[in-house]
């Protein structure tokens, strides 16, 4: 990767990504040739558009033209944003009306009867997305079996649709009983609120999600509604501004919490897919070096708010269908990451009870760490850093290598006097000893999620390749692999833009799927292919609804049957292929499940019918310019100091500082030393770093 030298070709037809983080917004592109170059810049949360109009015309700076050119000649943008997950985390969702079925007004608040914690009995649950007086019932009823029960009475319906109007909601929510098996009732009350003269976003459960479990159906469609608004009106700014600053309309694309991409007039349809948009890059890139490195992996992301870690398996992220918090659930495909709140901002202090801790809190962008001298005055994991020598600093205004961020100067003074009052006085330790405290819990942290992502799931770490990437991800790594007996640890050249290089290789993706709730064994075996086919006119329809165009590369379909024994919730995902389905293969997939739940579980059920729950799709199409990609870095500048002064084991010692540029393909250093590959990777006593393909530094700890 490159961070500043003037390519020698420019690629007419290429890809552009950004990633909008909680404190920086990173842009890369990939040239002809493989390369990619990228900037990072501070993230503006009062409008994050600003931010990505800031790093499209940094990056646009490094090659030499300005902003108008360089969006004029790309092929697309890829966008990740975290604005949907922010509208949750903030307790800032659109106001949203729900209509229900009589009975059900209370499923929001009710959840599934379970906590987070079950023995706090008097802890109070969170506050559902849609209040209770915007919860209003409508008398009808769905049979399981998709029969009528009670016809919607109209008159009571209409008045309820009347008396939700006047609550001043922003959206409506219709979510009805067993409208996944029988969606008309939903459909005429959607017809009756237009007649009503509302022009708003109403959000029908069956086709958000049509399957079966009210409270996980009811719930992501709450979490569409919520999000909606928000995400329609920022992404319809977004595309207003670039296509004004490219003189011309942009075509964009954005990450799904899948890991996919849709089309940015298609997004607001699909709102729910986006919650988790912003870590999916890094897993994807986290993929591509296991492929690289031919074994699994578990990956770390170190932001400047968050940790996202993800477990590589096979070359590919880990996925799952639902997603539950303390306050929602969601039941739509996510690559499977663990959230820790730990970043370069995490707040570092000493509570109450005298022990230190990092986080959850953050600097955020504005005002940041103290060591930025933009107003933030409390110590983080960057000032530690930074008082340690890990991160170059001075009072002159030294420009730090800190992520490659574009004009950043870190000082040292300002990292000192918060790291001593908030940290090292009231522990009563020395300035270093503190500052080391909190880079120790900070690694600790990491390792303990890692853990909880593997050892809680029956995996070894010590038989995974770690990869340590993000602002902050090359100055635990070491730390981290020693923490978790990992031997082989890997950090990749401009690491701490992973994420925005992971979205350069993402594919256009789109789900679906289709409740089916039928034994296999009783399952007529013309259905399953009559079922695949009305989910690809679904999902062709909805295509052509949004001029949504593949491209010249064939559209690659995967079919998953979500099967279960008869009584059971939980369902597990057996491959289909298209010939299967065309032979309505309904023995051959049960004989699948039942050895894959013994696999799994240990025993079967032999006597038990299985059910096939529900068929999803999952259609893709690679991106054209995907595959291996070349990293170089920026030469240092002549006159660069080659040692700093770092704080290591009780002393101060001089430690070399290295280039990625200058690390020979079979060169092998030797720790102490730091290494300057558009972020810093701290190579301690004991440790040795290399060179491996396409620029990752492997990083070997010794046990």
């Known amino acids: 990767m490159n961070t500043g030298e003037k390519p020698r070709e420019y690629c007419m037809a290429f890809r552009l990504a950004c990633d909008v983080g909680g404190t920086f917004t990173d842009v890369a592109v990939r040239q002809a040739d493989g390369d990619v170059f990228f900037a990072k810049v501070p993230t503006t949360p009062d409008d994050p558009v600003e931010g990505v109009l800031n790093g499209i015309a940094a990056l646009a700076e490094q090659l030499g033209q300005d902003a108008r050119q360089l969006l004029s000649s790309a092929g697309e943008l890829v966008h990740g944003t975290t604005i949907a997950t922010n509208v949750l985390a903030q307790g800032r969702p659109a106001r949203v009306g729900l209509l229900t079925t009589r009975g059900f007004r209370d499923i929001l608040e009710l959840r599934d009867g379970t906590r987070s914690n ?66 008309a009732h939903e459909l005429t009350l959607e017809k009756w609120l237009r007649e009503s003269g509302w022009m708003g976003p109403i959000v029908l459960s069956h086709r958000v999600l049509p399957q079966e479990g009210e409270y996980v159906r009811f719930s992501t469609a709450a979490i569409e509604a919520s999000v909606a608004p928000v995400l329609e009106g920022y992404l319809e700014r977004l595309g207003k501004q670039l296509e004004a600053k490219a003189g011309g309309p942009v075509r964009t694309q954005v990450m799904q919490s899948s890991g996919g991409l849709l089309p940015l007039t298609a997004a607001g349809d699909r709102a729910a897919h986006f919650v988790n948009s912003g870590p999916a890059g890094g897993a994807i890139s986290a993929a591509s070096i296991a492929r690289q490195l031919g074994r699994d992996v578990v990956a770390f992301d170190v932001g400047g708010t968050t940790t996202d870690i993800s477990v590589i398996h096979d070359g590919q992220p880990q996925e799952r269908l639902v997603t539950s918090t303390d306050a929602y659930v969601i039941g739509l495909p996510t690559i499977d990451i663990n959230v820790l709140s730990l970043g370069g901002g995490s707040i ?20 940041g760490p103290a060591a930025y001298g933009r107003g933030g005055a409390r110590a983080t994991l960057t000032d530690a850093a930074v008082v340690l020598g890990l991160l170059p600093a001075g009072d002159a205004g030294e420009t730090s290598s800190l992520g490659g961020t574009s004009g950043l100067s870190l000082s040292r003074k300002l990292a000192i006097q918060a790291v001593t009052r908030d940290v090292a006085v009231p522990l009563g330790l020395s300035l270093e000893a503190a500052a080391e405290a909190v880079l120790t819990l900070a690694a600790t942290m990491v390792a303990s999620g890692i853990r909880a992502a593997t050892v809680s799931r029956g995996i070894d770490p010590r038989a995974l390749a770690l990869v340590g990437f993000g602002g902050a991800g090359g100055l635990l790594l070491g730390a981290v ?35 089916a709730g039928l034994a296999m064994n009783t399952l007529p075996k013309e259905s399953l292919a009559t079922l695949a086919r009305d989910m690809e006119d679904e999902m062709q329809r909805w295509s052509d609804r949004h001029a949504m165009a593949w491209g010249d590369k064939p559209m690659e379909m995967a079919w998953i049957a979500e099967c279960r024994y008869a009584r059971q919730a939980g369902t597990v995902a057996i491959p289909l292929t298209s010939d299967e389905l065309e032979r ?61 002064s770092v704080h290591q084991g009780g002393g101060w010692r001089e430690w070399p500082v290295i280039s990625v540029d200058g690390l020979g393909e079979d060169a092998v250093w030797r720790g102490p ?31």
């Open 348 to 367: 570092a202090r000493v509570g109450a009870d005298g022990v230190l801790q990092v986080g959850p809190e953050s600097a955020a962008a504005v005002p």
């Open 481 to 515: 692999a020693r923490e978790t007996g990992v031997a082989l640890a890997v950090a990749p050249a401009a690491g701490s833009v992973l994420s925005a290089a992971g979205f350069l290789d993402a594919e256009t993706r789109y789900d679906t799927i289709r409740h």
């Open 584 to 644: 309505g293969a309904v023995d051959e997939v049960a004989a699948r499940f039942e050895a894959r739940y013994t696999m799994l579980f240990g025993h079967a059920h032999h006597n038990e019918a299985c059910v096939l729950d529900a068929l999803r799709l999952v259609a893709t199409q690679p991106c054209a310019a995907s595959g291996r990609r070349k990293s170089r870095t920026r030469p240092k500048p002549a006159g660069q100091a080659l040692t700093r």
């Open 118 to 183: 079950r023995y706090q009995l008097r802890v109070p649950s969170p506050m559902p997305l849609v209040a209770r007086p915007c919860r209003l019932e409508v008398m009808e009823r769905m049979g399981f079996d998709g029969s009528v029960r009670t016809p919607l009475d109209e008159t009571q319906a209409r008045d309820a649709i009347a008396s939700l109007l006047d609550l001043d909601v922003e959206a409506v929510v219709i979510g009805l009983l067993h409208a996944h098996r029988n969606p």
């Open 673 to 703: 030393l730091l290494c300057d590959c558009g972020g810093v990777v701290v190579v301690r006593e004991g440790e040795t770093l290399s060179r491996g393909e396409q620029g990752l530094l492997i990083l070997s700890v010794e046990k």
